[in-house]
């Protein structure tokens, strides 16, 4: 609700109070001065009482009746300590700025928005960009490209690393390097963010959709086996959501017909399958660390290689195609693909807290699935016994038959001040893609698509909004 509807000016009637508390429907309103500074509360008992009690007229300022002892907080405090102050006594909190002017406000049934993921930057995110300034690097070349590089190589069994401008290029520039372009077949999920489809496009290479597995919502092994042919080159594998696939079948499928296997792991760093980080088995793995992920810089991403042959390859790739020992002498048609050294920055500082992070997001998953597998209602994604998920997005679907579809309770979430998000829809649904489609039975992908959703997953939401969550989840059951 716009927070102008519940203020009113110190000298308005109580009668004209009234009106504005029937149209609101929240039965409070903020009493205000010609400065927006909050001076008291008023709510329909306190005017019920000074009417009957005190005779007070309904000409009558709301300055003469309002209540002038009322606890509020400042705007910055965390969603925990509002819901640490709201009480059967405390019902309404106005949420103020320094000035103690109200920007918004929390109650027992709706706490300011809770967003589906943010980023958290509470470290060293700020010093290192001012370092960079300083020191006037703050373009591709600097000191923290170099340092982002290293941290994500001795992470992933020293594989040779390389920082990119975004997700969506470290695919591209995956598969331009590994050689694979026009003639070639890439077979890729049915369920996963568009971009996975759209690198194997514009590498010239022609995408093939298989479905996924309706336990792990992963890419089924079965269905790649399938859909091999001459022409396929190579295995693009999504772990959704953070939920590994089950990358050891894949790598021996792609051994057994001498395929290429490239990771997007833009969604799973921190996830791990047999005790190892994702992405250490395949040909290319990529990263991104868009404003959503679990590390981010704003936009960026990166790439891992098996062979450091192909990894010098697509360090020319990126730089323009530019020669390494001959400058502006350009031995292939390149790209500009390179991180900016303030990203970098942004990205180390990050990095250093990525045990921090799955550790917050283990504990929110475990919140979270501890309550709705007791529930008929729900499943969950499920992991597999040898892998662990760094939960990027805590996500589960609604049975079928149901007495409730996922709209209705993302729409009840969203009355609380509760973000959530729909599954990503099947590639094979939407018009540039449907041509792509290997099998015309693409119904895994498609149900759990239609009946799944994901709850707010940031590193930074505390343990007790995620219990305020499920408390809301389960208020909704019980209302119907």
């Known amino acids: 609700m716009d927070i102008s509807l519940l203020c009113v000016n110190s000298n308005t009637s109580i009668k004209q109070a009234l009106k504005k508390i029937d ?12 400065n927006n500074f909050l001076l008291g509360i008023l709510t329909d008992g306190i005017i019920r009482r000074e009417l009957i009690n005190n005779g007070i007229e309904l000409d ?61 930057l509470d470290g060293k995110e700020l010093a290192n960009v001012v370092d960079c300034i300083n020191s006037n690097w703050i373009s591709s070349q600097g000191k923290y490209v170099k340092a982002f590089e290293e941290q994500f190589s001795q992470y992933h069994d020293n594989l040779n690393a390389i920082a990119v401008s975004n997700g969506t290029v470290a695919l591209h520039l995956a598969l331009v390097s590994l050689g694979i372009g026009k003639g070639d077949e890439v077979i890729v999920p049915n369920l996963t963010f568009a971009a996975s489809i759209n690198a194997i496009l514009h590498s010239g290479a022609t995408p093939s959709i298989v479905d996924i597995d309706l336990d792990s919502w992963n890419i089924n092994c ?36 001498n ?30 660390f868009f404003g959503n992920k679990t590390i981010t810089t704003g936009e960026g991403g990166m790439i891992i290689f098996k062979n450091p042959e192909i990894w010098e390859k697509a360090c020319v790739f990126r730089d323009h195609g530019m020669s390494k020992t001959r400058r502006y002498w350009h031995d292939v048609v390149g790209y500009n693909y390179r991180l900016t050294n303030i990203q970098a920055a942004i990205g180390v500082a990050q990095f250093s807290k990525l045990g921090y992070f799955i550790d917050r997001k283990k504990s929110i998953a475990n919140i979270y699935y501890q309550f709705l597998k007791k529930s008929k209602f ?31 309770l993302m729409d009840y979430l969203n009355s609380k001040g509760i973000e959530s998000r729909p599954l990503f829809s099947p590639l094979s649904l939407m018009k540039p893609y449907k041509a792509y489609a290997n099998s015309k039975s693409l119904n895994n992908s498609i149900n759990i698509s239609k ?30």
């Not at 969603?79 to 009480?87: C, F, G, K, M, Y």
């Not at 019902?91 to 589906?116: C, E, F, G, H, W």
């Not at 790649?224 to 021996?252: C, D, F, Q, W």
């Not at 996830?271 to 190892?276: H, P, V």
Request: proline fraction near 2%; glycine fraction near 4%.
């Open 60 to 120: 009558s300022s709301v300055k003469d009746v309002m209540e002038v002892k009322f606890v509020s907080l400042n705007i910055q405090v965390s969603n925990s300590e509002i819901l640490q102050t709201l009480s059967k006594n405390i019902k309404i909190i106005p949420l103020l700025d320094d000035q103690n002017r109200v920007l918004d406000y929390a109650t027992i049934n709706r706490i300011r928005k809770i967003s589906v993921s943010s980023p958290n």
């Open 259 to 288: 395929l290429l296997v490239v990771e997007d792991c833009a969604e799973s760093l921190g996830s791990l399958y047999d005790g190892k980080p994702l992405g250490i088995l395949s040909d290319a793995s990529t990263f991104s």
């Open 222 to 257: 079965l269905e790649i086996e399938k859909a091999i042919n001459s022409k396929t080159k190579a295995i693009m594998v999504v772990h959704l959501y953070g939920n590994p696939a089950e990358i050891r079948k894949i790598y021996e499928i792609a051994t057994k017909y």
């Open 23 to 34: 149209k609101s429907g929240l039965s409070t309103l903020f009493v205000i001065d010609s």
């Open 451 to 480: 009946t799944g959703m994901s709850l707010p997953s940031s590193s930074s939401l505390s343990d007790l909004e995620a219990k305020y969550i499920c408390e809301v989840i389960a208020e909704f059951i019980n209302s119907l």
């Open 378 to 408: 729900f499943e969950l994604q499920k992991v597999s016994i040898n892998a662990s998920s760094s939960n990027w997005l805590c996500s589960f679907r609604i049975l079928d038959n149901n007495k409730f579809n996922k709209e209705q």
